[in-house]
C-alpha cells in the first residue's frame, strides 16, 4: 500500500470552497468525470473515461470541512482505496489536501488525478 497527496491553495474563503467540494453528489469541477449520481445516501456511481466508478463517504466532517471516501466497486477497484479531502481556512483564502492510501501501482495515477482536479478547482472558483 503507498500513499500520496494532492494541494493547492485557492484565493477563496474555505466555506466557499467546502459548500463545492462537501456537495458529495456533484463533480462537474472534476476533469474527467462526465456522470455522477447519488446511490442511496453514501454511494456515488461516477462516469469518467468510459469507466463505472462506485465511490462510498467513509466519514465527513463539515465542521471540520473534511471528507474521506473510497472506491468500493466498478471497473477500477483498487484492492485499497481510501482518500480524505480536506479545506483549511488561510487567512481569507483556503488550503486544500487531498491524501489517498492506494495500491502501490495506483499512487502515482491516483496523485496526478487529485492534482489536477485540485487544479481545476481552484481555476473555477477563482474564476
Sequence with gaps: MGEARAETRIDRPADEVWATIGNYGE???????????????????????????????????????????GIVDGDMKPEVHEATITVTPDGAGSNVTWDVKTDDGMVEVMKGAYQGALDALKAKLEG
Design 27 to 69: 463533480l462537474s469541477w472534476m476533469p474527467g468525470v462526465d456522470t455522477c449520481e447519488l446511490d442511496g445516501e453514501n454511494d456515488r456511481v461516477l462516469g469518467m473515461f468510459g469507466m463505472r466508478i462506485v465511490e462510498r463517504q467513509l466519514a465527513r466532517d463539515d465542521a471540520g470541512r473534511t471528507l474521506t471516501y
